[in-house]
C-alpha cells in the first residue's frame, strides 16, 4: 500500500467540472476560493502529457502561502488523466480540445485572466491559447518547452511511456523511476523520487498504475527519428507583449539551449532560468526554482 509515500496536505479543494462536450474534469484550487473578486492575479497551472495536478502540489501550496505571495492557484487534470474522465474518442487528445477544457476551465473558477504556468504538453497548450484566447493570459512560465520540440527528446518520452515495465508494489514504483529517469535527474534524492512515484501512479488494489487513459501514450508509438515536427515561432511571436519565463532542465533533452537562445533573442524580456541537475520536465519546488517564479509573478 501507499503509507511509505508521503501525504499531500490537505491545503487545497478538489472540484469537478464539464468540458464543452460534457466530459468531467477535475481540479484543484488553492488558497482563496473567490478567486474572481481577489486582488492577485491567479495562476493557473498546466501539467504534461501523461501528467496530472499532483505535479504542482508542492509549488501550489508555495504559491497560495503568504511567503510565495498569497495567490489563488488552480492545478488542471486533462482528459484523460488524474481525476479527469477518460474520452471514449481517442482522437479528442488533442492540443486544440484541452485548450478548450482550460477554456471551461477558467470558467468554471470564474478567472478572466490568469498567469499560466505549462509543463511540456502544458506549455505547448498556452502557445495555442495566445491565439485562440489571448485575454486569459496575464503572464507565462514555460516549463521545459518552447516554440522548437527536439526529436530526440520526443523519441524518449515515446519510449518510457510505451514501456513494459510497471512496479509490481509502491515500494517498487520510486526505484523504477529512478532507473528510467535517474541520469537526466542526479540532482533529485530518494524523498524527490517517492513524491514523483506520488503523483505518476494511482492506487489499484494495492498496485500502483499509470494515472492516464493508455491511448495518450499509444499515439506515440508511430513516431520515427525521420518525423519533422512543426515549429511554433509564430505562435511564440505572440507573446510579444506578455511577460515570460522559460525554465530549462539542465540535462533536457526536449528543449535545447540553442532554442532558449532564439527565444530571447525574439522576446527582449524573457528571463530564462536553467534547472541544475534536472532532466525533462524539471520539479519546480526544487532549487530556489518555486522562489524565482514567485518573483517573477511580483515583477
Not at 484541452?98 to 473558477?109: I, P, R, S, T
Not at 532532466?279 to 515583477?299: T, V, Y
Request: glycine residues 8%.
Amino acid at each position: 500500500m501507499r503509507e511509505h509515500l508521503v501525504r499531500e496536505e490537505q491545503v487545497f479543494r478538489e472540484h469537478y467540472l464539464h468540458a464543452r462536450d460534457g466530459l468531467r474534469l477535475y481540479g484543484r484550487c488553492y488558497g482563496s476560493e473567490v478567486i474572481g473578486r481577489d486582488e492577485k492575479t491567479p495562476i493557473v497551472c498546466l501539467p504534461g502529457l501523461t501528467r496530472n495536478s499532483r505535479d504542482f502540489h508542492r509549488l501550489a501550496a508555495f504559491l497560495a502561502s503568504p511567503d510565495g505571495g498569497s495567490h489563488p492557484v488552480v492545478t488542471l487534470d486533462y482528459r484523460g488523466r488524474g481525476q479527469s474522465e477518460r474520452d471514449s474518442d481517442k482522437s479528442r487528445y488533442t492540443i486544440a480540445i484541452e485548450a478548450g477544457d482550460v477554456v471551461a476551465a477558467c470558467a468554471h473558477f470564474g478567472i478572466s485572466k490568469a498567469t499560466f504556468i505549462g509543463t511540456s504538453r502544458g506549455g505547448l497548450i498556452l502557445h495555442h491559447l495566445i491565439t485562440s484566447a489571448p485575454a486569459l493570459i496575464d503572464r507565462v512560465v514555460l516549463n521545459d518547452i518552447g516554440p522548437v520540440i527536439e526529436i530526440e527528446g520526443l523519441l524518449r518520452i515515446r519510449d518510457y511511456l510505451n514501456a513494459p515495465a510497471r512496479p509490481s508494489s509502491w515500494a517498487d514504483a520510486p526505484d523504477l523511476l529512478q532507473r528510467l529517469h535517474g541520469p537526466d535527474f542526479p540532482r533529485l534524492g530518494p524523498q524527490d523520487w517517492r513524491e514523483m512515484a506520488d503523483a505518476i501512479y494511482r492506487d489499484v488494489g494495492g498496485v500502483p498504475m499509470a494515472d492516464f487513459d493508455p491511448a495518450i501514450a499509444a499515439q506515440l508509438r508511430g513516431l520515427t527519428s525521420e518525423a519533422v515536427l512543426p515549429s511554433l515561432w509564430p505562435q511564440f511571436d505572440a507573446f510579444a507583449d506578455t511577460p515570460i519565463m522559460v525554465i530549462r532542465g539542465e540535462h533536457s533533452r526536449l528543449l535545447s539551449a540553442a532554442t532558449v537562445q532564439e527565444m530571447a533573442r525574439r522576446h527582449s524580456g524573457l528571463i530564462a532560468v536553467t534547472a541544475p541537475g534536472q532532466g525533462h520536465a524539471p520539479l519546480l519546488h526544487l532549487d530556489g526554482l518555486k522562489d524565482e517564479i514567485a518573483a517573477f509573478i511580483r515583477s
